[in-house]
């Protein structure tokens, strides 16, 4: 399984900003994607999930302003992220986990400007 994350950048103080990843290989093994974030000096923290049968989880400081959708004929996962605040500057991870193991995307960063 290959992840490939992108849409990270700049962004002002209560803008929004859509991250998508990119998922290949054996993508039927999958039970659960997501996205993690880390700040520097952090450590890495849960942010958002979905299961294959579409639940929804997201991390208290999230919950209400990101929401996390699937589309499974392209393979992509994506992170929509309204309402953002300077705290919420980070690299943004996306991970795939099956019965086996757990897979990492890059990470795309994400940079909110006050």
């Known amino acids: 399984v290959q992840l490939q994350a992108s849409g990270g950048g700049l962004v002002q103080a209560g803008g929004s900003l859509t991250l998508s990843c990119v998922i290949s290989?054996?993508?039927?093994?999958?039970?659960?994607f997501g996205w993690y974030r880390q700040a520097p000096g952090k450590q890495r923290e849960f942010v958002s999930s979905i299961t294959r049968g579409s639940t929804t989880s997201y991390g208290d400081a999230v919950r209400g302003r990101f929401y996390i959708t699937r589309h499974v004929a392209s393979n992509t996962i994506y992170l929509s992220m309204t309402k953002l605040k300077s705290e919420d500057a980070a690299v943004y991870y996306c991970n795939a986990v099956t019965p086996d193991a757990t897979y990492w995307g890059q990470g795309t960063l994400v940079t909110v400007s006050s």
């Open positions: 290989g054996d993508t039927a093994s999958i039970r659960v």
